[in-house]
């Protein structure tokens, strides 16, 4: 545990316990390793909650570069999207439903943007609001399938890619 006072964004022990697994891309001894892991999740959780600019993180949380950097590494290797489907699945199977769903709602809405946005944000004339569609798949309990943000297209026809590989029904399920 850390020797500061902890922040409400902190992750508790039980919360660790279980993301720990699918954060270590190395061991926990590896050479290269400056701060502790929980530490680095701490500080993403820090600007995740609080909606602070990484440069504002606060300096008894490791440095925002290397909270950045990790949080990439994470990004990339899937991390967060491995850990969501496990706990889809186990969310599923308490409800008393199979592990993959059978079923997805398609919705979408503009997000307003900020001036930070920039070019980013366009014009969803439908809504008459200047933002960022996000398009959402949800299973039939409401737990997140996917997700794409897209700046809003003037008029309304729908920004639906083709799903990906693993969210694909089944053959001779479409």
């Not at 919360?15 to 999740?41: I, M, N």
Request: include cysteine.
């Amino acid at each position: 545990m850390p020797s500061r006072k902890p922040y409400p964004s902190d992750v508790s022990d039980e919360e660790w316990a279980l993301v720990a697994p699918y954060l270590t891309l190395l061991p926990e001894d590896a050479g290269q390793r400056e701060h502790s892991l929980r530490e680095v999740f701490n500080g993403l959780r820090y600007v995740v909650k609080t909606g602070a600019p990484w440069r504002w993180m606060p300096h008894d949380l490791p440095p925002w570069a290397a909270v950045y950097q990790q949080a990439q590494r994470w990004l990339a290797a899937g991390c967060f999207e491995a850990l969501a489907e496990d706990l889809r699945a186990v969310l599923r199977l308490a409800a008393g439903r199979k592990a993959q769903p059978s079923a997805a709602i398609l919705d979408s809405r503009t997000l307003r943007s900020s001036p930070e946005s920039g070019t980013r944000a366009g014009h969803d004339g439908a809504k008459r609001k200047k933002g960022s569609k996000l398009h959402l798949a949800v299973d039939t309990l409401g737990h997140l399938l996917a997700l794409h943000v897209t700046p809003p297209a003037p008029t309304t026809v729908p920004r639906w890619r083709p799903w990906p590989r693993r969210c694909r029904p089944p053959p001779g399920r479409a």
